[in-house]
């Protein structure tokens, strides 16, 4: 079977697809506008960008009051009004939160910048895509394929573009760019991944929060090489995206290597909830 057939036959499923996941996703929608956003691009309200169920009135004020603020360009004064809503079950406000922390917000009002937070808004993209919200699905499909705040990965940007278009078929079109990025294996490998997330098999978080500062560890030198950094820590070398067992007091750790900076080294630790920032003392 060729890969333009396998992509057709996947394409064709998603308007069943749709159809079966409508008898899941239970609660009236919300209010949306149209968009022709792009992944990855700043994406306006949707009608698939409307909570999946109906959230108490007192979220819907606190998300209309929070959108109203970001309208006005007071966007830090938007965001507590979003945190709010989300906290009080509106899953358009969690995607919202996400999308600010995401790229940060910008303003001449002073006072009203909001710093750009891009694993914090990882974290809250995913809880709103996994509350099955059709845009926050997608812009995973866009944070996978830009590498923001994760490993770019073709095959879960597929998977997470696919389950977009399940839960709205307007998204469907634009699986088409990204499949020709993925020999046949892989396109199978990632519709039948796109297929257990929509059954909610749903991975674990792609970014976990972050904390400064490991006295375990010990940072002995670092390279900032153009093309391939390095860094040596507990007399251990890593280059980034490498996993290794690092020498502590006590016996040995697995840890990998996520990213090198000019101030400090961004690491994960095996069987641990945070990841860690070494700071370049």
């Not at 006005?72 to 996400?98: D, F, T």
Request: aromatic share 4%.
């Amino acid at each position: 079977m060729s890969l333009r057939t396998l992509h057709r036959l996947g394409t064709m499923a998603i308007l069943g697809l749709s159809m079966a996941v409508a008898g899941v996703v239970t609660g009236a929608p919300g209010k949306g506008e149209a968009s022709s956003a792009r992944p990855g691009g700043p994406a306006a309200p949707t009608s698939a960008q409307r909570p999946v169920a109906s959230a108490p009135k007192a979220a819907d004020e606190l998300l209309a009051a929070g959108l109203a603020a970001c309208e006005a360009r007071r966007p830090a004064e938007g965001l507590v009004w979003l945190r709010q809503a989300a906290a009080a079950g509106s899953i358009e406000a969690v995607y919202r939160v996400g999308l600010m922390l995401l790229g940060g917000a910008s303003v001449e009002v002073s006072g009203q910048a909001v710093a750009a937070d891009v694993p914090e808004g990882v974290r809250w993209i995913f809880r709103a895509a996994t509350n099955r919200h059709p845009a926050a699905c997608r812009q995973m499909a866009a944070i996978y394929l830009h590498g923001q705040g994760v490993k770019t990965n073709l095959l879960q940007a597929y998977a997470w573009l696919r389950v977009s278009a399940a839960l709205a078929p307007e998204f469907a079109s634009e699986l088409d760019a990204l499949a020709l990025k993925l020999d046949a294996v892989r396109l199978l490998e990632a519709q039948e991944l796109a297929a257990r997330y929509l059954r909610g098999q749903w991975p674990p978080p792609p970014c976990k929060p972050v904390l400064t500062g490991d006295s375990r560890f010990t940072i002995n030198g670092m390279t900032l090489a153009q093309n391939r950094p390095s860094v040596v820590i507990n007399h251990r070398t890593f280059v980034e995206g490498e996993t290794s067992e690092v020498p502590v007091r006590g016996g040995q750790l697995v840890v990998t290597c996520l990213e090198i900076r000019p101030d400090g080294v961004l690491l994960e630790i095996a069987g641990e909830n945070e990841a860690r920032l070494l700071p370049l003392r």
